[in-house]
């Protein structure tokens, strides 16, 4: 389940898993460190998902509250290379959860769209109980596109050639983050043609 809050005209969204309530935040008007307890008294486990595409950085607080953030999203983030920058703006928020990938598919429609994920675990059992253990464990490895990716927000690159792409993310996302600033002020900053090509 996906939730939605705005913080300072940010939309962010929040991803919900292992919780039978659900809940209604128009009638309620949770705000979202509230929302983000009630969550993890229920068991469950929250996500923030797509950080790259909420512009400027996040309050200590409000990182600090999610049990995991995701650390590489293949639809908003460069698809070549992981984003460091939110791993590293969670670490100076002291942010104690771990990091996650994801596709960000839509639907079975969008299954051949982005590159897969595949998660290894500790444990052979397939189940929903087992799954969200090995999450809550820190006990799990995500690997995509050259890359492995830990559970406390370290990447790894299977190849030599991978090394310099963060810094192409940071490139990518810096310029996102402008060109956004920009458009709410009514200016529009077309893309660098190498970098649409890329992005391709």
Do not use: C
């Amino acid at each position: 389940m996906e939730y939605s809050f705005r913080i300072d005209d940010r939309e962010i969204h929040i991803g919900v898993v292992g919780i039978e309530t659900f809940f209604d935040l128009p009638k309620t008007g949770m705000a979202i460190q509230p929302f983000l307890e009630a969550v993890r008294k229920q068991g469950g486990f929250s996500i923030l998902h797509h950080p790259s595409r909420v512009i400027g950085d996040f309050g200590n607080e409000t990182l600090q509250g999610f049990d995991f953030i995701e650390a590489w999203n293949l639809r908003h983030d460069i698809r070549y290379a992981p984003n460091r920058g939110i791993v590293a703006q969670a670490k100076r928020a002291d942010f104690k959860g771990r990091f996650l990938a994801s596709r960000d598919t839509h639907g079975f429609r969008e299954k051949d769209r982005f590159p897969a994920i595949e998660m290894r675990r500790e444990g052979t059992a397939l189940s929903e109980k087992a799954i969200l253990s090995s999450l809550a464990g820190g006990e799990y490895k995500l690997f995509t596109k050259g890359w492995d990716l830990r559970p406390d927000g370290t990447f790894k690159p299977r190849h030599r050639l991978f090394g310099f792409l963060p810094r192409l993310s940071l490139i990518h996302h810096n310029f996102y983050e402008m060109a956004r600033r920009l458009y709410k002020r009514g200016v529009k900053v077309p893309p660098p043609k190498w970098l649409v090509k890329m992005m391709k």
